[in-house]
């Protein structure tokens, strides 16, 4: 099954606005004088960026803008979204020696982050079709304020889907919103009048009545949180045996999901399982760079 990295270059998704935010990286790392910057000065100098732990390379485009920024140039020697193997020679940065130093760090940490996340993404989505699963991995909205549109990004990078960007990208009803209205009809029926028929709406359930009352009310994605084991796959094939040619729905398995029990969540009548453990506590890809002696 084909990914974004078949079809185009990730970073075409990227708004206009995302730029700003290497200012900002750059200005909380430097906020007043570059004490160590004057011991170096402004002499020309390469660096060598290496990969020093296996993983899959993601967050190109904002390692670029970083050093574009401080007025440098880098060279790439892998693809955005290749597997490598340590110690690699990633990419060579140019341009003058204190302006490298000051993009170093913050290149590297949003590249560890971006690689790590892009790395256990490619391993969930391997890990799933090995195990002959053909529907849809995903992250989750569980993503770090701030670096949101990075860590979204990584996980295309990884094959994934990024599920909802945010609250305005697509209706989830939770728990809090059925208990606020007081049943999930309510609270289908109330959201559908303002959301209209352009966002898809998906609905978590706790259980097998729930998750009818769900579908007869109207949710394009029924969420069986929590559910896990047999019974997972005995509720999701009975849903489906139910409403065939009735309703059309897709099934979503989330919650608990880690590396361990991932292909206990799989099953034919699941079309999406989506877990945090994608971006959430995933090790870092480690990266360094060193400038060329003289």
Known sequence: MKTALNFGKPEHLLPPSWKSQVQQWLSEDTPSFDWAGFVVGEDEREGKLLGKRKGVLAGKPFVDEIFK?????????????????????????????????????????????????????????????DAGYEGIIAGTRKTTPG????????????????????????????????????????AVQAVRSVAGFSLR????????????????????????????????????????????????????????????????????????LSTSAVHQNVQHIDYSMKIAQN
Not at 69 to 82: F, M, P, Y
Not at 235 to 241: D, H, I, Q
Request: proline share 1%; charged share 30%; net charge negative.
């Open 69 to 129: 920024q401080l007025d440098c140039s880098v060279e790439w020697h892998i693809n955005e979204g290749d597997s490598f193997e340590p110690v690699k020679h990633i990419a060579t940065v140019r341009g003058a020696v204190r302006f490298l130093l000051l993009g170093e760090r913050v290149a590297l940490n949003v590249l560890s982050r971006c690689s790590g996340i892009a790395s256990m993404s490619r391993w969930f989505l391997d890990t799933a079709r």
């Open 147 to 186: 670096f949101r549109l990075v860590e979204k990004y990584a996980m295309i990078v990884g094959g994934i889907d990024a599920h909802r960007n945010d609250l305005s990208s697509m209706v989830m009803l939770k728990d809090n919103h059925i208990w606020s209205k007081g049943s999930i009809t309510n």
């Open 201 to 272: 709406l998906d609905v978590e359930v706790q259980d097998e009545k729930e998750a009818n009352e769900a579908i007869d009310a109207g949710a394009d994605v029924i969420m069986l949180d929590n559910i896990a084991g047999e019974e997972l796959h005995a509720v999701s094939r009975r849903l489906k045996e139910k409403w065939t040619d009735k309703r059309h729905f897709l099934l979503e398995t989330s919650g608990g999901i880690e590396a361990h029990n991932l292909t206990e969540r799989l099953g034919d009548s699941i079309d999406i």
